[in-house]
Structure formats: C-alpha cells, structure tokens
C-alpha cells in the first residue's frame, strides 16, 4: 500500500475517535492467524515470543528502519504479512499479552520497513487504550522520529499527512506528560511552530497530499 495512503487512512481514523473509545479490529484470533500463516506467506507468525522481555526496553531498544528501507515500497506478500502482525499484536495488547503484542508489532516493522512510522503509532495507540503509559510513550516517540527520518532530506516535500500525523503523535507525547523531541526536519519543525487546530485548518483540504493553498496577490490597481 502506498505510504500517503497508508498514512492518510490511519489519520482518518485517529480524527474519527477518540483513545479511549476505539472499537476492536474486527481481527481473526491470533491462532487462526498462526495456522494459516503458511499459505498467506507470514510464516513469521509462527514464531515463538520471549516473554521474559522487558516491554519497555523491546521498544526503545529496537532500531529505526535506515532512510533506504523507509522508503523501500513492500510487496503485496509483505504488506499482508505486516498487516496480519499488527492485527496480532493488537489482539494479544487486549488480552494483557504485552510482549507477545509489542514483539507482534515490531516484527511487521521488520517485514515492511516504510510502514514503520504507522506501525508505531498503532502501537503506541494499543499500548495507550490498555493504559500502559510508559510503553505508550516510547512507542510515540519512535513514531515522532520514524516521520521526521523519512523527511530529513534535501528533497523532501512537505505534505499534510505528514504534518498532521506528527501533530497528533506530538499532541499524545504531551497528554501522556512526555516531552517532544527537538525536531530535525521542516515537517517536525512545523508541527513544533503551531496548534494541531491550525495545522488541520491549513493542511487538511481537499487533498491533504499538497501543500496549503496561497491567495493570489491582489492585482495592482
């Protein structure tokens, strides 16, 4: 899937609801999943997690994707795999599995690198819902420097989905008492500059995929 779309479809559903209020995935369970890993090429699923893992210390401790593979579209197989991981890792998050969900999510990070920055955010969203504030927080950090690293380069192009979804990271970082990063690309700088309610009245047009439209100068009389 394209990464805009992507992007644009997991802010749509933040603006939809709320933390605290958002319906479970209509997900197979985790077992079905496993079972017919084989033949929807995710073997990984199968799997075995360490439970002895610190929560906390699986995120932080986990690398973000190199500016390449950010930008590395997936396969279709390896966009199914990662999907199916997340659907997993959510599942096991609601039923108190924290590891199994965490290492669920990180794997499909594994498996399709550009979607890293969405796969945090679902993350740190799941971790927040269950009210595990600290691992919530990480998460959101690595979705924070997953955005800014795919956009700090020269030629990258500012766009509302972007600015809008480090805006909503950027909004949960502080209702959950962390600090914000120091930004270090002209999307992270932005979001930094002004209220998410002025970025969306700015970005969030009819294509939120270009740039805030600039009035004409008025014509010299």
Not at 123 to 136: E, F, I, K, M, W
Not at 148 to 176: C, F, M, W
Request: glycine share 6%; aromatic share 4%; hydrophobic share 40%.
């Amino acid at each position: 899937m394209n990464r805009h779309l992507t992007r644009l479809l997991t802010l749509g559903a933040v603006f939809a609801m709320t933390v605290s209020g958002v319906p479970a995935l209509n997900a197979a369970p985790l077992a079905a999943a496993a079972g017919d890993s084989k033949a929807s090429g995710c073997p990984v699923l199968q799997h075995p997690v360490d439970k002895t893992l610190s929560p906390l210390v699986i995120i932080t401790e986990s690398p973000i994707p190199g500016p390449k593979k950010l930008r590395e579209q997936p396969t279709p197989e390896q966009a199914s795999c990662a999907e199916r991981l997340r659907e997993a890792g959510k599942k096991a998050i609601e039923k108190k599995k924290l590891v199994e969900g965490i290492w669920r999510y990180l794997t499909a990070i594994k498996v399709a690198p550009a979607q890293s920055e969405v796969t945090y955010q679902e993350l740190a969203n799941a971790l927040d819902r269950g009210a595990y504030v600290q691992p919530a927080l990480a998460a959101y950090f690595k979705a924070w420097k997953a955005i800014e690293a795919d956009y700090d380069r020269p030629d990258a192009k500012l766009d509302g989905v972007a600015v809008l979804s480090l805006a909503e990271v950027r909004d949960s970082i502080v209702r959950l008492g962390g600090q914000v990063p120091v930004p270090i690309s002209d999307v992270g700088r932005t979001v930094i500059a002004d209220s998410t309610r002025h970025l969306r009245e700015q970005y969030f047009n009819t294509d939120p995929l270009l740039l805030p439209s600039t009035p004409e100068p008025a014509p010299s009389p």
